[in-house]
Every structure is written in C-alpha cells, then in structure tokens.
C-alpha cells in the first residue's frame, strides 16, 4: 500500500468513525484539540494523520487502534453510544475574563480528555514562554483553585491583567514565577499577579 493509499483509507475509517459517534466534524475535532479544517483534510485524504492523533482518538473515543490503522477487529473497543462519553469534557476558552472562573468566559468548543479531574478548562497556549515544556499552540487543561506546589506550571494573570503560564518556585521562602525557556527572566508575584489554576495536562498541537 501507497503512503497516499494509507492516507485515504485512514481518512475514510476516521469519518465513519465520527459519523458512528454521531459528531459534526466541530465536535470531533474541538473533542481532539485541533482545527475543523484540519479534520476534514485527514477524512478526504488530503492530510496524513500523526501517530500522536491517532493515540488520541484510541484514548478519548475509544476507537480501535487495529482498525484504525488497518481496518481490522471492530470499530470501538465498547460499544459506540458510550464510545463517545469516555473521558471527562474540559471547556475550550478563547479568553479568560479577570474574575474567572466567578465570572465564566467565552466557550470555543469542549475537550475529551481520559481520566480528567472534574472542574477543568482549556486554553491554547500562544508565545513560547514555557518552551519546551509546552508551545506555541499545544493545548493546556488547567484546574481552577488547585492547591499548587513548587514545580507545579500555573495559569496568572499578570499586573495588566493578561493570563500568562509560568512555573511556580519557592526558594528560600520567596515565591518566584518562572518561565522553562531560559531566553526570559523570573519575576516575583505582586499584589496583582492573581492565580488562576495549575496546569493538569498538556496536549501537544497535533498538525502536521
């Protein structure tokens, strides 16, 4: 079989996998972290689907991985009605207001995240502040109001009020927030650094 051949049957078993689920191309593709035009190049065969994605639709929908890569076996490792309930459903933000999560922010789309706590979100981390541990464009589930500890990576919202993802270090008795790429300094907290939640998992951006 072709790398092109490959690519098209894969396609063609991931949409019929979508459609048993009964999700729009939106909701499967906000389920997995990436973009609907994407998912759409993949079921056409315009696109080659990572390794990384299709660990992904085994863990969060349950989809056979023998089958997806080969059309052997079943379709779902359970049935499909429950395939699509597996794992718990974080809402993607597009912006996180000030008084989150007292007051609620704008709601892109939801993530089917395996054995996620309850009570999380999602942002899409931009700039590479905390490079190489999370990039530009890796999706980031958080949990407001978790307890965090030395080492932990937390979501703030700096002095002009903007969320940022820095890690949380205590050295001495002094609080300092730190990026892990080391191009950029640490900075102490203020009085209007306000944190928002710790970071619980990292999704790495799945386009190829």
């Not at 019929?16 to 689920?21: D, E, F, G, V, Y």
């Not at 997995?32 to 992904?56: C, H, N, W």
């Not at 076996?73 to 309930?85: K, R």
């Not at 459903?89 to 008084?99: H, K, S, T, Y």
Request: with cysteine; glycine share 10%; net charge positive.
């Amino acid at each position: 079989m072709t790398s092109m051949e490959y690519q098209l049957e894969t396609g063609t078993r991931i949409r019929k996998a979508r459609l048993a689920l009964g999700l729009t191309q939106k909701e499967f593709a906000a389920s997995l972290g990436i973009v609907q035009g994407f998912l759409s190049g993949i079921e056409t065969g315009r696109k080659r689907p990572s390794d990384t994605l299709l660990i992904a639709l085994s863990h969060t929908h349950r989809i056979n991985p023998g089958w997806l890569k080969h059309g052997t076996g079943e379709t779902f490792t359970g049935p499909a009605e429950a395939a699509s309930q597996t794992g718990a459903r974080a809402p993607l933000l597009d912006v996180i207001p000030a008084q989150f999560p007292e007051v609620g922010g704008e709601i892109r789309g939801y993530v089917s995240v395996p054995n996620l706590p309850d009570g999380c979100y999602a942002i899409v981390c931009y700039g590479d502040f905390m490079a190489p541990t999370i990039r530009d464009g890796d999706l980031v589930i958080f949990k407001p109001g978790r307890d965090k500890k030395s080492g932990d990576i937390i979501l703030v919202n700096n002095r002009w009020g903007e969320p940022i993802l820095r890690r949380y270090r205590v050295k001495d008795d002094e609080v300092f927030l730190a990026p892990d790429n080391p191009v950029y300094a640490p900075f102490r907290p203020d009085s209007g650094t306000r944190t928002i939640g710790t970071v619980v998992e990292v999704w790495r951006k799945m386009l190829i």
